[in-house]
Nanobody, 120 residues
């Protein structure tokens, strides 16, 4: 079984920064894509940033040039550095990892979610 634990959420003023972290533990053969999503009440979960095994990142347009996604394959972690935060970035953020398991299957796991609030 695999668990993802997130940390780093909180409250910040507009223009501030936060760094989210997500760590995977359990029986892991490897990890494919790592993602960060966010979700507002009553809305669908939105993909914010992804990073592939080759470390190539992608971002949704609204966070380009403000957010940076990092991964550490040795530690099975993915971080999201969020700079120049705006009130519209307020949301619950979730990490997701596609994990290669011993059974040779690829399965998606989610973190528990962490609240980010941007307000003056």
């Amino acid at each position: 079984q695999v668990q993802l634990v997130e940390s780093g959420g909180g409250s910040v003023q507009p223009g501030g920064s936060l760094r989210l972290s997500c760590a995977a533990s359990g029986t892991i053969q490897g990890i494919n894509t790592m993602d960060w999503y966010r979700q507002d009440p009553g809305k669908e979960r939105e993909l914010v940033a992804s990073i592939r095994e080759d470390f190539s990142p992608t971002y949704t347009d609204s966070v380009k040039d403000r957010f940076t996604i990092f991964r550490d394959n040795a530690k099975n972690t993915v971080d999201l550095q969020m700079d120049s935060l705006k009130p519209e970035d307020t949301s619950v953020y979730y990490c997701r990892m596609w994990v290669h398991e011993i059974s040779n299957t690829l399965r998606a796991y989610w973190g528990q979610g962490t609240q980010v609030t941007v307000s003056s």
